[in-house]
């Protein structure tokens, strides 16, 4: 009995390293953006905490961190928007309208392939669209790449709560006359909701730390989005520590949030792709 | 039904009606609802890769904004033969894949097996476990470099307390810059393979894991015979699409190196984008981008079957 105490005390202290180590580096970037230079260049663990680099990013005159979370939010919650309707709208239909195996198979396993495939493929087509389109530079063009992007994940994540949905209803609805629209606008679509809630709120994170595509389709704050800046931060000459901590840690609190909310269907949506064990 | 109607021709068996039927008739929702997702398929991922099958045999430039194109055939081979960096990203990449599979399997299989064992802080863990998933892997760039940095980095400010005259420069240093983005790397990712693995061994039957012990079976001996065997399906396909997601890596790259110092950590994605964007070859980038997807998709292909026999074989 004893030693079982013992191992089990061994273990959630070994576990409680682990979550040291995840949450060490955010604690670090939070500690340093509440940082002044010259605490920076010490280096020491002791300082007094100032905002200042908040300040700085967000109404600076040299700074456009407040034009690109305007562009982050704008981008992230159009994205959540569309593929929230078009991917309930084509998971209902692929899940529960008897569609022949080979459409509904054929067409998850080609967006198993689009979600898999590494990004920088649909690069060099897209930046040509958006040049011909005249979009090139504006938060339209990050749009449309991250619509794409998150299409697979929003699509497979609502045919999981849907597949949940007993059918027995949807036929009592059709039988008391509802058209098939309306068996899921009024019926399905209520049931689902706080499947179809989390699938966005999970889209929306992945628009709003997607990178390659807001770096290649923009060119000036016009257009860019929160994670593009960070990276301008690095590569600049002087680095401007603090307020790159700052940013940084402004680009995280939407996943901070997320971890406090609905833990479950989150989970299910970060593996998609794998088996079910 | 379609046997009967197969045999017994029905009364408006013209095609037309029932075409109409089918577009606006009473089904018709099915058709409807999905149309928007095909229409995006269509546009924005089967285009791209027509186009890029188009740009691939072309040289494109802009000349005074306008788009100029000219066939070339397969001259982009010649342009490949004559790219030294394309080998050495090619070799970046696969030293970086196997490493990170491998060390990302190993420490997500030891946490979810120890996750699995907790009660009450099991919440507190899992939690915490997932945050690397979700922060900016921007963000995962400064918050490392900031670690990394040699300067005023932690790491260095811990060295040089601990009386080391010359402390590592980590992504500065060409021979050590691959294994600083590979520790990033295991940072962020090992999360991906706990969640996979967790749900694996959560589906091993609880009578297993109680008749091993009650037969007096230490921890080890249990996880050795019972959860490793039974989890081998599962572990195996967890590295295949850890392998094919790694194959992606780029953010953090992008922040902790951009590809340096030198080529030490040019990864394919990385190179892709500097003929993009610095040299701006779109012909070239374009013929590298469709090598990359014939190759990724033949890979997918292959998991997606092995991924189904496993299913079949877990029933």
């Known amino acids: 009995m004893k030693q079982a105490a013992l191992s089990k005390i061994a273990l959630n202290l070994s576990l409680l390293i682990v979550v040291f180590i995840i949450l060490f580096p955010v604690f670090y970037i939070v500690q340093t953006s509440l940082k002044s230079m010259a605490d920076v260049y010490s280096g020491s663990f002791f300082f007094t905490a100032k905002t200042a680099n908040y300040e700085e990013i967000f109404t600076g005159s040299r700074s456009n961190f407040a034009e690109l979370t305007r562009n982050s939010l704008i981008v992230s919650s159009s994205v959540a928007l569309i593929c929230g309707a078009i991917g309930s709208l084509a998971a209902y239909s692929l899940a529960r309208l008897n569609w022949r195996r080979w459409v509904a198979g054929g067409i998850i396993v080609w967006l198993l392939f689009i979600n898999m495939m590494p990004p920088i493929v649909f690069v060099t087509p897209y930046y040509l669209w958006a040049r011909a389109a005249g979009i090139y530079d504006t938060p339209a ?67 709003w730390k997607e990178f390659l595509f807001s770096l290649s389709l923009t060119t000036t704050s016009a257009g860019r989005t929160i994670p593009v800046g960070i990276a301008n931060f690095v590569q600049e000459f002087n680095i401007r520590y603090g307020e790159m901590a700052a940013g940084s840690f402004v680009a995280m609190i939407p996943a901070l949030i997320l971890v406090l909310l609905a833990q479950r269907h989150i989970i299910k949506g970060l593996t998609v792709g794998a088996i079910k064990g | 039904m379609m046997q009967v ?25 099915k058709l409807w609802a999905l149309l928007p997702l095909l229409v995006v398929l269509v546009i924005f991922t089967l285009l791209p890769i027509l186009q890029l099958l188009q740009m691939s045999v072309s040289e494109l430039e802009f000349v005074e904004g306008e788009l100029v194109s000219e066939f070339i055939g397969l001259g982009q081979l010649d342009n490949l033969a004559k790219d030294p960096i394309a080998g050495i990203a090619l070799k970046n990449t696969l030293v970086f894949v196997v490493a990170v599979v491998l060390i990302e399997t190993f420490t997500g299989f030891c946490l979810a097996v120890a996750i699995s064992r907790t009660k009450t802080l ?75 693995m967790l749900a694996g061994i959560e589906s091993i039957p609880p009578p297993l894991l109680e008749a091993a012990r009650v037969d007096g079976a230490t921890e080890l001996r249990t996880i050795r015979y019972v959860i490793l065997p039974m989890m081998a399906p599962t572990i195996l396909v967890a590295m295949l699409l850890r392998t094919i997601l790694a194959f992606k890596v780029f953010d953090q790259i992008f922040v902790l190196t951009s590809g340096g110092p030198g080529t030490a950590t040019q990864v394919i994605s990385m190179h892709i984008y500097k003929v993009f964007s610095e040299q701006f070859r779109l012909g070239y980038a374009a013929f590298l981008s469709l090598m990359v997807a014939g190759f990724m998709f033949i890979f997918v292909a292959f998991y997606l079957w092995a991924s189904r026999v496993v299913r079949r074989r877990l029933g």
């Open chain 2, 5 to 29: 109607s197969a045999i017994i021709p029905p009364p408006n068996s013209t095609g037309r009606p029932r075409q109409v039927d089918r577009l606006f008739g009473a089904g018709s929702f």
């Open chain 1, 141 to 207: 063009a990050v749009i449309m790449a991250h619509v794409v992007l998150n299409m697979p994940l929003a699509v497979i994540m609502m045919m999981n709560f849907f597949a949940e949905v007993p059918k027995e209803l949807e036929e009592a609805a059709v039988i008391d006359g509802c058209s098939q629209w309306q068996a899921f606008r009024m019926v399905i679509l209520p049931i689902v909701r706080p499947g179809l809630a989390a699938m966005a709120v999970l889209v929306f994170v992945f628009s």
């Open chain 2, 122 to 196: 099991a919440i507190l863990y899992r939690s915490v476990v997932i945050i690397p998933l979700l922060i900016p892997p921007v963000a995962i760039g400064t918050m490392w470099s900031l670690m990394y940095d040699y300067n005023y980095g932690l790491f260095t400010t811990i060295l040089i307390e601990l009386g080391v005259q010359y402390p590592p420069l980590w992504t500065a240093d060409p021979d050590l810059a691959l294994i600083s983005v590979i520790i990033v790397d295991v940072w962020h990712w090992t999360s991906f393979m706990f969640l996979i």
